[in-house]
T-cell receptor
Framework: NAGVTQTPKFQVLKTGQSMTLQCAQD?????MSWYRQDPGMGLRLIHY???????DQGEVPNGYNVSRSTTEDFPLRLLSAAPSQTSVYFC?????????FGAGTRLSVL | DAKTTQPTSMDCAEGRAANLPCNHS???????VYWYRQIHSQGPQYIIH???NNETNEMASLIITEDRKSSTLILPHATLRDTAVYYC???????????FGTGTSLTVIP
């Protein structure tokens, strides 16, 4: 039972490049979500999903897309990376209200 | 929306109880109080949650005031490994939107 797995752990992008952050969970949780954490700040919700085929926006959705084709996977796409998207990204899944977080992806946009 | 207020930082001597306060004066009747912690930029870790009764598990105790406007997380015998940022969050149990503030940075001192 791996829990919530995020890949890659580290990534450096150039401004304007696109990429997908992967998130997979093996706990059969319906709820999944993406957060970003900037230095010295708490986590801010980007997008979330209440089940396969259903997604919605959180606090800071601009510049990011998500889809949920399966229960297990919830990828986060950066359409055109900007330096303001330099951050640590956390994926989480939850059941009955308790969130389980992945180890994070540290992204730098130059 | 900042639904909770926590002190920015606290110190605690190793082996002593750490008492972390949280104010949530606008909490609704169906909102739970959750506590998470984040150790050195790892993914946040669930600690405990409660609605109106005091709760205890292997990690901590949660004391919620009778009017539910504030709560205290208690780590009964703090160790150096408890040094972390502690987040107090209020939310409905079935909702998926966690709103993290900046939390309390707890330093356990040898």
């Amino acid at each position: 039972n791996a829990g919530v797995t995020q890949t890659p752990k580290f990534q450096v992008l150039k401004t304007g490049q696109s990429m997908t952050l992967q998130c997979a969970q093996d706990m059969n949780h319906e709820y999944m979500s993406w957060y970003r954490q900037d230095p010295g700040m708490g986590l801010r919700l980007i997008h979330y999903s209440v089940g396969a085929g259903i997604t919605d926006q959180g606090e800071v959705p601009n510049g990011y897309n998500v889809s949920r084709s399966t229960t297990e996977d919830f990828p986060l796409r950066l359409l055109s990376a900007a330096p303001s998207q330099t951050s640590v990204y956390f994926c989480a899944s939850s059941y009955s209200g308790n969130e389980y977080f992945g180890a994070g992806t540290r992204l730098s946009v130059l | 929306d900042a639904k909770t207020t926590q002190p920015t930082s606290m110190d605690c001597a190793e082996g002593r109880a750490a008492n972390l306060p949280c104010n949530h004066s606008t909490i609704s009747g169906n909102e739970y109080v959750y506590w998470y912690r984040q150790i050195h930029s790892q993914g946040p870790q669930y600690i405990i949650h409660g609605l109106k009764n005091n709760e205890t598990n292997e990690m901590a105790s949660l004391i919620i005031t009778e009017d539910r406007k504030s709560s205290t997380l208690i780590l009964p015998h703090a160790t150096l490994r408890d040094t972390a940022v502690y987040y107090c969050i209020v939310r409905v149990r079935t909702g998926n939107q966690f709103y993290f503030g900046t939390g309390t940075s707890l330093t356990v001192i040898p």
